[in-house]
């Protein structure tokens, strides 16, 4: 439509901007679900306390909405460091093991979170990768993985919230779930698979809320998922491991009687042995040593941003992805080179207030605001001091990304839709809760519409209005170089040469097997040391992109 054509107000004819056609969208759904909402909310109250079929819908709801967006927004493109250190893990755990040998010109691959020596392998943990593997094995790419674990963690945050608030509300936490950790979410699209946290913080505390409901005969189960929860967590974030467990033993304590602590405690504990000998062995393989986790060599290795004391390290051997180094400069901006202080821990913490917007729709701070002033029920109080020990002692590490406190997402679904409900009972004629959830549902349709239709005069204009994305375009020049690389005949070797400003070494990617991937990633060192390399590979066709050039610019190697 011609309207569309263009969203600066002088031309088109409502003089409309951008922020004018989203706003006008929004209110025009807000207004549909209003007056549609007394019919649906009968069939909606009848749907949920039937707790399979609403995990099910639950589950296929944020995956059939994603691929419905892939003809404008395809399956992503790996991009980052960490993208790529997930996939190696997966790579090789789909190979059978958890370390691959070091490659004897290992000087080539050198490539950020990814270690060379004693063994080529990411330094991550297992966890994201045996997702990621999954998928590959089954559906046969690594996304389908992904988009499993964000299905999972959907359908358990409603399973985790039928044990503290009604049904009904349970339900419509599920879909808040959906609208904020869907199909337009970071979590859905990259190789990060960060709604493992997220799903595991929901078996422990939805066991864990079911236990302590009936303390005098805790079923058996619910210790199993709770142990689950806490094993699959173990394998994906080792660290915060210690604080899930820390803000679940209260609730166990509450059991009361030692033996029933014994009989929930036990099977728990045995769902975690396989977690804890994986860990060991993937150790073990990485770096030969049982109890060095190949994160923690890495940073020996390569540099740490900042240790766990509160004075400042020097900066970093080996430098940091854009969204580390914003975070690690604002720190040393904060220390200076003096030793930290409560006041700097403070102003730490404060400046990563801006993250906390990833957990919460913005309708939904009304909703919070609610739960905190009315916080008097003793069965949802230790929801805020959860959050606080997890926010508290990420805030020792030099930078942040939301899946480190993802244990505690469903506790921000639970404070908002008690909120919510609270909202609700200050207002019986309005309904306050209701309208809110309405507004929220209206956002999501709006920005999720607007991404359907494929609008592409919309899209650039709006791509920082949200924290919410989904791939657009090619940015960095990627999927031009893999297509081409794709069109090409036979084996490719592609040296990488950088500018004398480019911070690290993000392009460096290679498979689990080096020798036997179709494309290897190498940087180059110079022609002499180059040379090495390609005859090393003497039936490849070698190339030499410059990422640092715009655009991206593939070319045949000199001589080649």
Not at 314 to 338: C, K, N, V, W
């Amino acid at each position: 439509m011609p309207i569309f054509q263009s969203f600066q107000p002088l031309r088109n004819p409502l003089g409309f901007g951008a922020a004018d056609f989203v706003e006008l969208l929004l209110a025009a759904l807000l207004v549909l679900l209003y007056v549609a909402r007394p019919s649906v909310e009968p069939y909606f109250r009848k749907l949920a306390p039937r707790t399979g079929l609403c995990m099910a819908l639950l589950a296929i709801l944020p995956v059939a909405l994603r691929l419905a967006l892939l003809p404008h927004f395809p399956v992503p493109t790996p991009t980052g460091s960490d993208d790529f250190s997930h996939l190696l893990v997966a790579d090789t755990l789909a190979h059978f093991r958890l370390a691959n040998p070091v490659h004897p010109l290992h000087q080539f691959f050198e490539a950020i979170y990814v270690l060379q020596e004693p063994s080529y392998s990411s330094m991550y943990p297992p966890g994201q990768g045996l997702f990621l593997a999954f998928g590959r094995m089954v559906f046969g790419h690594p996304w389908a993985g992904v988009l499993l674990t964000d299905a999972a963690f959907c359908a358990l945050c409603y399973w985790m919230l039928r044990a503290w608030v009604t049904p009904a509300w349970a339900l419509a936490g599920g879909l808040l779930a959906v609208f904020q950790f869907g199909p337009l979410n970071q979590w859905t699209n990259t190789y990060w698979a960060n709604a493992i946290p997220a799903l595991s913080g929901c078996l422990v505390f939805g066991a864990l809320g079911r236990a302590v409901a009936e303390p005098d005969t805790p079923r058996t189960r619910y210790a199993i998922l709770a142990g689950l929860g806490l094993a699959l967590h173990l394998i994906t974030r080792p660290f915060e491991s210690t604080l899930l467990a820390a803000v679940a033993l209260p609730a166990v304590l509450m059991l009361r009687r030692p033996s029933i602590i014994l009989r929930f405690a036990a099977p728990a504990g045995l769902m975690l042995l396989p977690a804890v000998a994986l860990l060991l062995l993937q150790n073990h393989a990485v770096t030969g040593n049982w109890t060095t986790l190949p994160y923690m060599l890495s940073r020996y290795q390569y540099g740490i941003p900042a240790t766990f004391v509160f004075q400042p390290n020097p900066a970093p051997h080996r430098p940091l992805t854009p969204e580390q180094d914003l975070d690690y400069r604002a720190q040393s901006a904060i220390h200076g080179d003096q030793p930290e202080t409560v006041t700097t821990f403070l102003e730490r913490l404060g400046y990563r207030v801006r993250y906390y917007r990833f957990f919460l729709l913005p309708p939904l701070y009304l909703a919070l605001l609610a739960f905190l002033v009315t916080m008097r029920e003793r069965r949802y109080l230790w929801a805020v001091p959860a959050v606080g020990i997890f926010a508290l002692a990420s805030n020792l590490y030099p930078y942040f990304y939301p899946h480190y406190i993802g244990a505690v997402t469903c506790l921000f679904v639970l404070m908002c839709v008690v909120g919510l409900a609270r909202l609700d009972r200050w207002s019986p004629d309005w309904k306050l809760g209701r309208l809110v959830l309405l507004l929220c549902t209206a956002l999501f349709l709006g920005w999720y519409g607007i991404r359907l239709s494929g609008q592409e005069a919309l899209l650039p204009a709006l791509a920082f209005d949200e924290w919410n994305f989904v791939n657009y375009g090619d940015p960095e020049g990627r999927i031009a170089v893999n297509g081409d690389l794709e069109k090409a005949q036979g084996q490719q070797l592609v040296f990488v040469h950088y500018s004398a400003k480019h911070g690290f070494h993000e392009w460096i990617h290679n498979d689990a097997d080096i020798d036997a991937a179709r494309v290897v990633w190498a940087l180059d060192l110079g022609a002499s040391e180059n040379d090495k390399l390609i005859r090393h590979y003497p039936g490849r066709r070698v190339w030499l992109v410059e990422p640092d050039v715009r655009p991206v610019r593939l070319q045949a190697y000199p001589g080649h």
